[in-house]
């Protein structure tokens, strides 16, 4: 029996019994998601199907900022679930314009544009700084650079923006124009960035490269040679945005400002939104009908994301992150004082962190968080050399701890099983 005919007569009775093998049957193989399936959580608590107890320090890839099924995201969700839900772009809406002001209000950013995620606020990103190229300067001025590792989503014109050739192989042509240099590297961006680039893309802290964070003196780089040659300097904050470093955004702790700047991931809790955040005058490019999106500034997401700005936006929160990130990174870094053959160093920023394999152990990340999802703990890699760790910013201490503790005997488990 297949798995159609399997729901099928399912559903004549209770409702369909699905587990991990449902998943090869009937999704479209784009993931290699884990045996486990997860049916609830609380917090950075988290239980599968057999009810067995999860830590969860992935953050759902840094998206559950607040922790799984925040009471005040739920509230926010509830209440506007029974007033207005979806108007279309024909119409605006109050939750829209509050959260606009939310953002603007705290960045350097005078307008909004909001979308579903990431890869679509950089979509609208990039969009956007060649639309103000072209209208300002001409069609020649149309180069973007970018970094390699670097991430910037899925779509064709993102995923070549990207810096990893992994994502773009089978999908060619490429868009044109687009270029990569190495990151933190001032050389190359001082010979790449020329008078025909209109844009220049960078993630303060790379994420899926690897959990490296730009230095200062790189970013600073970046934002006189963008001066110098009419480029724009754009900060892709999707994943380190939102409190993950301890300052709302990353590019307030480097003192170095974008002109265009675009967020996802956490700002919704796990609630689909994105946004891209510019200046009054970079904005005037778009006009009415140069760009837009059906569910982008829905009522529904953008109260769930005010009320995460909100809650985020206060000085005690970010405290409280910047005290936690402290915390963990010396349990990690005492991990790694005693497991000096497997582990380099940590790095990262935050709450965004990365343990560094050593040249011994390369390409072992994968097998370390099995160990560890083994024995209740949730951890993702960057690449095949780093563990990363992207906890709820809400992560008390004593689930620091039991997280570093768990860690330990997943990397003894490691070890047995070689």
């Avoid at 207005?84 to 209000?105: D, I, Q, R, S």
């Avoid at 899926?208 to 964070?213: A, K, L």
């Amino acid at each position: 029996m297949n798995a159609i005919e399997r729901l099928q007569q399912d559903s004549s009775t209770a409702a369909p019994q699905v587990t991990r093998k449902t998943f090869d049957e009937v999704m479209v193989p784009t993931y290699a998601p884990s045996e486990m399936v997860p049916v609830r959580a609380s917090g950075l608590d988290l239980w599968d199907q057999q009810g067995k107890q999860y830590l969860d320090l992935t953050g759902g890839i840094a998206v559950t900022g607040l922790g799984h099924c925040s009471p005040i995201v739920l509230e926010a969700l509830q209440k506007q679930a029974a007033t207005l839900w979806h108007v279309g772009n024909t119409y605006t809406n109050e939750p829209v314009l509050k959260l606009a002001l939310a953002l603007t209000g705290a960045t350097f950013a005078d307008r909004a544009f909001f979308c579903n995620s990431g890869a679509e606020a950089n979509e609208a990103a990039f969009k956007l700084a060649r639309k103000h190229a072209h209208g300002k300067h001409g069609p020649h001025k149309s180069r973007i650079v970018s970094c390699f590792n670097s991430f910037h989503g899925r779509t064709l014109f993102t995923v070549s923006v990207g810096g990893q050739s992994k994502y773009t192989e089978g999908f060619e042509p490429l868009p044109p124009e687009i270029d990569h240099i190495a990151f933190n590297d001032i050389a190359a961006a001082r010979a790449a960035i020329t008078d025909d680039v209109c844009a220049v893309v960078v993630e303060p802290v790379q994420g899926e490269g690897g959990v490296m964070p730009a230095t200062p003196e790189y970013l600073q780089a970046l934002r006189e040679l963008c001066d110098q040659t009419g480029a724009l300097l754009i900060f892709d904050e999707v994943q380190c945005g939102m409190g993950r470093t301890g300052k709302l955004f990353a590019y307030m702790g480097y003192g170095v400002t974008p002109d265009i700047l675009t967020v996802a991931k956490a700002l919704g809790n796990g609630y689909p939104i994105g946004a891209m955040l510019t200046t009054d005058e970079i904005a005037k490019a778009f006009s009415v009908g140069a760009h837009g999106t059906t569910y982008g500034g829905n009522p529904l997401a953008c109260a769930v994301a005010l009320s995460v700005v909100q809650t985020i936006n206060t000085p005690a929160f970010l405290a409280r992150v910047s005290a936690a990130a402290a915390r963990l990174v010396a349990g990690l870094n005492a991990v790694v004082a005693d497991y000096p053959a497997i582990f380099s160093h940590v790095r990262g920023s935050g709450l965004m962190l990365g343990i560094v394999l050593t040249d011994a152990f390369k390409g072992k990340a994968k097998d370390i968080t099995k160990h560890a999802e083994a024995l209740g703990l949730m951890l993702l890699i960057a690449g095949p050399d780093v563990i990363r760790l992207l906890p709820a910013l809400v992560i008390s201490d004593e689930q620091i701890d039991e997280g570093v503790r768990r860690l330990r005997l997943a990397v003894d488990a490691f070890q047995a099983a070689r």
